[in-house]
């Protein structure tokens, strides 16, 4: 009947903000349209593998058989994403996610390095860049499984296609050309990846809880740049409480495990501090996530969804010389129909 149609898709949790490919809709022909941000920042210490280290470390160590002339401050980045999402049968619903990622980063000379005169950096000392534009695009099918009171499981198939930009140049100035800029200020992977997830969730009452497994696997050995972005996999669980019949918060913790990027520029870069090594990218994280998701239980405004959540760093294990990561914030809104 309607009515239940009606209630059941109206109490179905979702799950914390952060989570990507983490619910399906439930009748043939449902639409959904959503708006998803996520804000990361990075700050504070440089690190190698767990621990702090020193400026003269860095510079010896951080470039090679080359010294570091400068290091990260911080590192601020924004992604907006479109969500798209509709269900042309009951187990399948399909999803399009284009996305415009926007970053900035200040760079910091290290104390104790012998910096390049020609360089194009030093005569602005601690120079700050910016990029922003396209990223890459995902399209997935996610596919139900199990669908039975209280449980649910799904299965994602998703690609990412290379739409994102990896060929961003630091912008010239008193005409030093820097080359291009650091890997982790391209606005994409380069590559056609595949992102694949498995999501469980279930309710009883006023509690919620889930687990996803999700990973992404670079489907070429390099991009027109010349390296290609490590692969990655995550392992996610959460458990929610209803605060009110709309209000749902949760606590999540989540290990990520990342790879190194794979080889290197093929064109010029000025190779001036860790972020320009390939090998100083990737790691182990263990994060905890504390969110609250609200539904809009009726009147003009049902449909509505909106969700938050803080993602803590707990422990860092980087690859070779990085910043410190210091939290993301994730927020969600979808109106289905």
């Given at each position: 009947?309607t009515?239940?149609?009606?209630?059941?898709?109206?109490?179905?949790?979702?799950?914390?903000?952060?989570?990507m490919?983490?619910?399906?809709?439930?009748?043939?022909?449902?639409?959904?349209?959503?708006?998803?941000?996520?804000?990361?920042?990075?700050?504070?210490?440089?690190?190698?593998?767990?621990?702090?280290?020193?400026?003269?470390?860095?510079?010896?160590?951080g470039?090679?058989?080359?010294?570091?002339?400068?290091?990260?401050?911080?590192?601020?980045?924004?992604?907006?994403?479109?969500?798209?999402?509709?269900?042309?049968?009951?187990?399948?619903?399909v999803?399009?996610?284009?996305?415009?990622?926007?970053?900035?980063?200040n760079?910091?000379?290290?104390a104790?390095?012998?910096?390049?005169?020609?360089?194009?950096?030093?005569?602005?000392?601690a120079?700050?860049?910016?990029?922003?534009?396209?990223?890459?695009?995902?399209?997935?099918?996610?596919?139900?499984?199990?669908?039975?009171?209280?449980?649910?499981?799904?299965?994602?198939l998703?690609?990412?296609?290379?739409?994102?930009?990896?060929?961003?140049k630091?912008?010239?100035?008193?005409?030093?050309?820097?080359?291009?800029?650091?890997?982790?200020?391209?606005?994409?992977?380069?590559?056609?990846?595949?992102?694949?997830?498995?999501?469980?969730?279930?309710?009883?009452?006023?509690?919620?809880?889930?687990?996803?497994?999700?990973?992404?696997?670079?489907?070429?050995?390099?991009?027109?740049?010349?390296?290609?972005?490590?692969?990655?996999?995550?392992?996610?669980?959460?458990?929610?409480?209803?605060?009110?019949?709309?209000?749902?918060?949760?606590?999540?913790?989540?290990?990520?495990?990342?790879?190194?990027?794979?080889?290197?520029?093929?064109?010029?870069?000025?190779?001036?501090?860790?972020?320009?090594?390939?090998?100083?990218?990737?790691?182990?994280?263990?994060?905890?996530g504390?969110?609250?998701?609200?539904?809009?239980?009726?009147?003009?405004?049902?449909?509505?969804?909106?969700?938050?959540?803080?993602?803590?760093?707990?422990?860092?294990?980087?690859?070779?010389?990085?910043?410190?990561?210091?939290?993301m914030?994730?927020?969600?809104?979808?109106?289905?129909?």
């Open positions: 009947s009515a239940h149609t009606h209630s059941s898709l109206h109490h179905h949790k979702i799950p914390p903000a952060t989570v490919f983490g619910h399906m809709l439930d009748k043939p022909g449902d639409f959904m349209a959503g708006y998803r941000f996520m804000y990361q920042w990075t700050g504070g210490n440089m690190m190698h593998g767990a621990h702090k280290v020193s400026d003269q470390a860095i510079v010896d160590q470039c090679g058989n080359k010294d570091c002339q400068f290091a990260p401050q911080f590192m601020d980045m924004r992604m907006h994403m479109v969500d798209l999402m509709y269900a042309p049968t009951k187990w399948l619903n999803m399009l996610m284009p996305t415009f990622m926007d970053m900035d980063m760079l910091r000379q290290l104790g390095a012998r910096v390049d005169a020609s360089g194009a950096h030093s005569h602005h000392g120079a700050g860049h910016e990029s922003g534009a396209v990223g890459d695009t995902y399209f997935s099918s996610l596919i139900k499984l199990l669908d039975i009171p209280g449980h649910r499981v799904h299965v994602n998703g690609f990412s296609a290379p739409t994102g930009k990896t060929d961003i630091i912008r010239r100035s008193f005409n030093a050309d820097g080359g291009l800029i650091h890997f982790g200020m391209q606005l994409g992977s380069g590559t056609w990846d595949f992102t694949p997830s498995l999501t469980y969730l279930g309710e009883y009452n006023r509690w919620s809880w889930g687990t996803q497994i999700s990973g992404i696997k670079r489907m070429e050995d390099r991009n027109q740049s010349g390296y290609r972005l490590g692969d990655m996999f995550q392992a996610t669980g959460w458990g929610g409480m209803d605060l009110a019949r709309w209000l749902t918060a949760s606590v999540r913790g989540v290990y990520t495990w990342q790879d190194a990027i794979h080889r290197d520029f093929n064109q010029y870069n000025a190779r001036i501090g860790p972020m320009d090594f390939s090998r100083n990218y990737g790691g182990q994280f263990w994060d905890m504390f969110g609250v998701n609200a539904q809009i239980p009726g009147g003009r405004f049902a449909g509505n969804r909106l969700g938050i959540e803080w993602v803590q760093p707990i422990r860092s294990d980087f690859n070779g010389y990085q910043l410190n990561r210091q939290g914030l994730s927020a969600t809104w979808s109106y289905q129909f």
